[in-house]
């Protein structure tokens, strides 16, 4: 087995090029983080009622979400026991069954066996339907209406694995009394690159935006020169435990258009009564973060998106992106704020498009058998983070690649596991 | 106008149009809508047969412009800065399947059928394909777009840098 820890240099503050396009290391990362890791399943209101499903994927495997016959929320991987074929073949729906369409094996929503076409002729009664039941992901947890699911059973709470971060998560999830709902439709596209190039950049590279994301400001969609909050306060990233990782900032309210404008004045009332003051302090900003391994969030001007960068081979990632929105959100603001990510982050998103494209040019890059000797810098900040009182975590105002160095670290110490 | 008349009206139209989109001149496709338009593209769903529904209130679009914001897309080409774009992709629309779906006294609803090729640099060649459900309304000009729902075949998809 490799030592793949030597590949993040915690001194130097590095990693290695390998560790976005060695298909070695993309291996191991399925066991080590996609078997161990808590992974985003789906979203509550997905599933309101009972026998209500949606499939989706944790790591490469297939898995079905569902909400049991006594309200429970389950993970099943989506395949028969008998030969492996899906049992559930659409996107979502209700259902009291899931039948394999090839030899007609079924199971209830609670992943028991149900029937077994000819038990008595062909089997002889001789099959334990009780032991061959659909294949279930032992933890399923969630967090404000965010539901993950993990295969190691030995694995610590979903509360303990966001720690910190719950802190900032809960800023979106919490701002309001009713809780958020996600919109109905899946983004689902596909992006060259390795899929931990968006995670990483989600957990705190604000770096870039200047740069890669300039084009929406040249057309009037950002304020030209962006005048900013108040650093350490309002204005920083954050590098919390498990590798998650944050950025905030403060939203000048004069850049922002009058409708979005009312409806998060409104959200800032509404927190404070339902959040500690120091989180309703920070609702109305731009906020982007991480939950190692590969979801992530993002929001501003009541707009938010989440979404998983699912891995699909060393070089390329398949996105899953849902909108999310306050239960109590008036129908004109679902509106706005899902144009809203249809035009900045989705499949034609005039933000999202430039990512993919240097993500891609990333993994063709590094694969160089030159290029690849040459390790990548992470140095941004490190030495300069701070502890405050105020939030948890290690902070520093933008830029810094603190956080993102941080997601590393925690790569490393994931994949150095036995 | 008989349909016959209009459909092939409506092909030569759209062969122009498709020109226009494969020659760089977006202004000039952007002069083509109305302001209120709507050029939008519900996300594909795989469920029961015919349980497919477009109009479910807030479904997620991979792209939902109204002239304004089509025009932002426009026009962040032109900024040299919009990077998935540069050094520019080469397209090539190809439109058929012409129907005319309804007919009212200024307006008319046209069905088309396309295939759309997009090559990048290096072999990044792309196809999209499906289907395109337009409203158009006769001016003193010409025909104005009302809306353009695109309906494409693909489930995953790929990430979406041209027009349609």
């Known amino acids: 087995m490799s030592d793949f820890t030597s590949l993040v240099d915690l001194k130097n503050k590095t990693v290695h090029p390998r560790v976005f396009v060695d298909p070695e290391i993309y291996k191991a990362e399925q066991e080590k983080l996609f078997g161990r890791c808590w992974l985003f399943i789906g979203h509550e209101s997905q599933v309101p009622n009972q026998g209500d499903y949606v499939t989706t994927y944790m790591g490469e495997e297939p898995v079905i979400f569902v909400k049991d016959r006594s309200d429970r929320l389950r993970v099943f991987l989506n395949s028969c026991r008998h030969r492996g074929v899906k049992v559930c073949r659409k996107d979502h729906g209700n259902t009291k069954i899931f039948t394999c369409p090839y030899h007609g094996w079924s199971y209830n929503t609670e992943g028991g066996l149900q029937g077994v076409p000819q038990i008595r002729e062909a089997y002889h009664n001789d099959l334990d339907k009780d032991k061959w039941g659909l294949i279930e992901v032992p933890r399923v947890e969630s967090h404000y209406g965010l539901v993950f699911a993990c295969f190691d059973e030995e694995s610590q709470s979903l509360t303990e694995y966001l720690g910190s971060f719950a802190f900032y998560l809960d800023l979106i999830l919490r701002r309001s009394k009713g809780g958020t709902v996600s919109t109905p439709g899946t983004h689902r596209w596909r992006m060259p690159g390795n899929w931990k190039l968006a995670s990483e950049q989600f957990a705190g590279d604000n770096y870039h935006a200047d740069t890669l994301h300039r084009s929406p400001n040249l057309i009037g969609l950002g304020p030209d020169e962006y005048r900013g909050g108040t650093p350490w306060d309002t204005d920083f990233e954050a590098k919390c435990s498990n590798g998650h990782g944050w950025i905030n900032f403060h939203l000048p309210s004069e850049d922002i258009p009058p409708v979005q404008a009312e409806y998060m004045k409104q959200l800032e009332k509404e927190a404070q009564e339902v959040l500690p003051p120091r989180q309703a302090a920070l609702i109305n900003g731009v906020q982007v973060g991480t939950i190692f391994p590969n979801f992530s969030i993002l929001g501003f001007l009541g707009f938010t998106t989440i979404r998983v960068w699912h891995p699909r081979g060393p070089k390329e990632m398949e996105v899953w992106s849902w909108g999310l929105i306050e239960r109590d959100a008036p129908p004109e603001i679902v509106e706005i704020t899902r144009k809203m990510q249809c035009l900045t982050f989705s499949p034609s998103g005039i933000f999202e498009q430039d990512d993919g494209c240097v993500w891609g040019e990333i993994t063709d890059t590094l694969s160089g058998q030159n290029r690849i000797n040459y390790p990548l810098n992470y140095q941004m900040g490190a030495g300069h983070g701070k502890e405050l009182a105020d939030k948890p975590g290690l902070l520093h105002p933008p830029s810094t690649e603190i956080g993102v160095f941080g997601y590393h670290e925690h790569w490393r110490e994931m994949m150095g596991r036995k | ?164």
């Open chain 2, 1 to 164: 106008m008989n349909s016959f008349d209009l459909r092939q009206e409506f092909e030569e139209f759209f062969i122009k149009e498709a020109w226009l989109l494969d020659n760089d001149k977006y202004d000039e496709w952007l002069d083509l809508f109305d302001d209120d338009t709507r050029y939008w593209a519900p996300v594909r769903e795989n469920l029961d047969r015919g349980n497919e529904n477009f109009a479910k209130p807030h479904l997620l679009s991979h792209f939902d412009d109204n002239k304004m914001t089509l025009g932002f897309r426009v026009k962040r080409l032109a900024t040299g800065y919009a990077h998935a774009e540069e050094p520019p992709s080469r397209t090539r629309h190809f439109v058929s399947n012409v129907q005319i779906l309804e007919k009212e006294t200024d307006r008319v609803r046209v069905e088309s059928n396309f295939i759309v090729f997009r090559g990048r640099p290096g072999k990044d060649e792309t196809f999209f394909v499906g289907v395109r459900r337009d409203w158009w309304r006769k001016d003193p000009t010409g025909w104005i777009n009302e809306e353009r729902m695109v309906i494409f075949d693909h489930d995953v998809i790929e990430s979406i840098t041209i027009f349609f």
